[in-house]
């Protein structure tokens, strides 16, 4: 039985077990929550690691109060940091998507704040997912030439290719209640915590084998395939280094100018 380094000191994300639980906190506040290599590395160790923890059944992952995640990082991406998310490993995003949707714990999304683009593909990818009733929901790359690529498979599995492409197009943030309705979210709640905890309650009376059978049953009815994941990371690299898109991110992060706003 593997054991968890919950002791272990991360730079983007709080870490700690209660039981048959862990608890994965997203931690960039001053860059709202926003995802990095270093981020996604971290989220993939933990995750790894508790594949090997075999008391564990549950994951919940939470950001705060105001974001739960915003997507990429921007910023990393436009002073061209190592940290940039498609810098060094641009697969790695994807098989973080790809590890949540499979690993063999049930893994709860505990929604508060704001949701938008890559922080989308965190929730389209959980088990459950509990949504505060100030929540909201949003893909904006659009906007800026991109298309969330590695986030639609998992979006697709969630909600279905129709209201996938949807959000894709509006580009702007949907309310809980809404998300609620096309399936995004599982339950809308202004208790959040309390929701959480009666999920556990069910969820721990649970086999880990039966957790295990249930996901990886389920998987096969909706086959991603090997080859989704060459073409969607292949997508998203081919636009994130054309010379439009790098300018359009350049002048949000240094301007606040939206491209039609140039």
């Not at 991603?224 to 994130?240: F, G, M, R």
Request: proline share 2%; net charge negative; hydrophobic share 40%.
């Amino acid at each position: 039985m593997g054991m968890m380094q919950v002791d272990k000191i991360y730079n983007t994300i709080l870490v700690s077990q209660q039981r048959e639980v862990i608890h994965i906190q997203l931690n960039r506040p001053k860059q709202n929550n926003s995802i990095n290599a270093v981020m996604v590395n971290e989220l993939l160790e933990v995750l790894e690691n508790t594949k090997q923890n075999t008391k564990v059944k549950i994951i919940i992952l939470s950001g705060n109060e105001n974001q739960f995640c915003t997507g990429m990082d921007f910023e990393a991406v436009v002073h061209q940091k190592d940290e940039a998310l498609m810098s060094q490993q641009p697969d790695q995003y994807y098989n973080l998507l790809q590890t949540i949707s499979e690993i063999d714990k049930v893994v709860i999304a505990k929604v508060e704040g704001k949701v938008n683009a890559g922080g989308l593909g965190l929730v389209a990818a959980s088990d459950i997912v509990i949504a505060g009733n100030q929540a909201t929901f949003g893909l904006s790359e659009a906007l800026f030439g991109l298309l969330p690529a590695c986030v639609l498979p998992f979006l697709i599995q969630r909600v279905g290719p129709q209201k996938a492409k949807w959000l894709t197009l509006i580009t702007h943030g949907i309310t809980a209640e809404r998300a609620y309705e096309i399936g995004l979210v599982d339950v809308v709640t202004d208790e959040i915590s309390n929701q959480v905890r009666k999920n556990l309650l069910r969820l721990s009376r649970l086999e880990t084998n039966t957790i295990q059978e249930i996901k990886s049953y389920t998987a096969k009815l909706w086959i991603i395939k090997d080859e989704t994941k060459i073409v969607a990371v292949n997508k998203l690299q081919s636009l994130i280094e054309s010379e439009v898109v790098q300018n359009n991110i350049k002048n949000f992060v240094e301007k606040g100018e939206y491209p039609w706003e140039k």
